[in-house]
């Protein structure tokens, strides 16, 4: 497997043009599955999501992450792309895409990493509405989403 892609970026991407580039380097794969994530406003309410990090502690969390991915299926590529800063309902706020020669690694390697993203990776979410800001709590689901990895 080549090195893990993985960024953590203050400006917006282009999904199709990461995954044609991520395709085009990701070796004898038969698979190739990404996952985009938005930025959502279940309330109607959200006028922005801002996200922080320390840059070492993230960089180096999201690569343990990914190394774990490699180390249990057979993959020849892994990207990981998170958004930082201000972003705005509607926006993406990170990538994740696989290849492995089977589409059945490929998909639970994407899985895995997107729960592990959501509940280890260290970013800090703070939501601004109307009524003001405050911190994103981490969710129960989450959580629970991991114990089939375990």
């Known amino acids: 497997m080549t090195a893990p892609d993985i960024r953590v970026v203050a400006d917006a991407f282009d999904q199709g043009e990461e995954l044609n580039r991520f395709t085009a380097m990701a070796g004898p794969a038969g698979a190739v599955v990404s996952f985009s994530g938005i930025v959502r406003?279940?309330?109607?309410?959200?006028?922005?999501?801002?996200?922080?990090?320390?840059?070492a502690m993230t960089d180096r969390a999201i690569r343990a992450i990914a190394d774990q991915a490699a180390s249990r299926w057979a993959l020849s590529a892994v990207?990981?792309?998170?958004?930082?800063g201000r972003l705005?309902?509607?926006?993406?706020?990170?990538?994740?895409a696989t290849?492995?020669?089977?589409?059945?690694?490929?998909?639970?390697a994407?899985?895995?990493?997107?729960?592990?993203?959501?509940?280890?990776?260290p970013f800090w979410?703070?939501?601004?509405?109307?009524?003001?800001?405050?911190?994103?709590?981490?969710?129960?689901?989450d959580e629970d989403a991991?114990?089939?990895?375990?």
Do not use: N
């Open 41 to 55: 406003d279940e309330g109607g309410m959200l006028q922005a999501l801002e996200i922080e990090h320390y840059p």
């Open 88 to 96: 705005c309902p509607g926006e993406v706020i990170m990538m994740v």
């Open 99 to 108: 290849a492995s020669l089977h589409r059945q690694a490929a998909f639970e």
């Open 146 to 150: 991991l114990d089939r990895w375990r």
């Open 125 to 141: 979410k703070k939501a601004f509405t109307a009524g003001g800001a405050e911190w994103v709590a981490a969710r129960d689901s």
């Open 79 to 84: 990207l990981v792309i998170h958004r930082h």
């Open 110 to 121: 994407a899985e895995f990493l997107m729960d592990y993203l959501k509940s280890r990776a």
